[in-house]
């Protein structure tokens, strides 16, 4: 048989490699590309990045808080209206830890550890009056108790201990 194809032809230039070469001294492997690691690469000089936009789990106390403190204020406006100002009173005093909760939950974006721990002791406070109010025979008592739980659960994950300690300019 004879072949049709001329041999190929050969750059007397270019000398085939027997073996391949090294690569660089933090490349272990030829041929693989390298990665710079946490301590070559400037953006992780100082650490790990902060969060920079407030997680989802902050977020979600913060509405919690600011929906039950609403529900607290027309609820306290509604009884008021039906000429029992006196129970509506009491029904603010009973939840003063959950208004205040509630303004601290203002100053979220601004983070701050002692805010982070000072909603989770007021909202476990809130959740113990909550429960006395609801083993007395008032099931208006169970909403805030839900809620206190519910914020304290938000605030206790650690994406929320991120953020609040992330530090501040």
């Excluded at 400037?42 to 529900?71: D, E, F, H, K, T």
């Excluded at 025979?137 to 994406?159: R, Y």
Aim: with cysteine; charged share 5%; glycine share 14%.
């Amino acid at each position: 048989m004879s072949n049709d194809f001329p041999p190929p032809q050969q750059n007397p230039q270019v000398t085939p490699q027997a073996h391949p070469q090294p690569g660089p001294p933090n490349n272990p492997q030829p041929g693989l590309p390298t990665y710079p690691g946490p301590a070559q690469d400037p953006a992780y000089a100082y650490g790990p990045m902060a969060p920079q936009r407030m997680p989802g789990s902050v977020r979600a106390a913060r509405i919690v808080l600011w929906v039950l403190a609403g529900l607290v204020i027309i609820g306290s406006i509604g009884i008021a209206a039906t000429g029992d100002s006196e129970t509506a009173g009491a029904a603010v005093g009973v939840n003063f830890l959950l208004m205040v909760a509630a303004g601290l939950a203002f100053r979220f974006p601004k983070g701050g550890g002692g805010l982070r721990v000072a909603c989770i002791v007021l909202m476990a406070f809130h959740a113990l009056s909550a429960l006395a109010g609801a083993a007395g025979g008032n099931p208006g008592g169970l909403v805030p108790l839900l809620g206190a739980i519910a914020v304290i659960i938000l605030l206790a994950q650690g994406t929320a201990g991120a953020w609040f300690n992330r530090p501040r300019p």
